[in-house]
């Protein structure tokens, strides 16, 4: 039988309780839902956006990994090199 869920850990949380756990405003919370930034599914009549706590728990774990590897990538030897693009220009030029 399911054990009564404690208050605070449902498996779903709103756009608020997401911005909350983030400590971001609620219109940034929903920016990175609309954005596909942070994965979300839309609920009841009104389509109200939901975010799965696993999910979250994900991606906060990921911004970590994010933020590791760029402070590590700062820290290399090619931190100092210069980043190219190839626009349209150089793409004349072969």
Not at 7 to 19: D, K, M, Q, V, Y
Not at 20 to 46: M, T
Not at 69 to 93: H, K, M, T, V
Request: proline share 3%; glycine share 8%.
């Amino acid at each position: 039988m399911n054990e009564p869920e404690q208050p605070g850990t449902s498996r779903f949380l709103t756009i608020a309780e997401t911005a909350d756990v983030l400590n971001v405003s609620a219109s940034q919370a929903y920016a990175l839902v609309r954005s596909g930034e942070l994965p979300a599914i839309k609920v009841g009549g009104h389509g109200h956006w939901r975010v799965e706590r696993t999910v979250l728990e994900s991606y906060i774990q990921d911004r970590y990994e994010e933020s590791r590897r760029i402070g590590l990538w700062n820290q290399s030897e090619f931190a100092s090199l210069q980043e190219y693009s190839f626009g349209d220009r150089d793409r004349d030029r072969s």
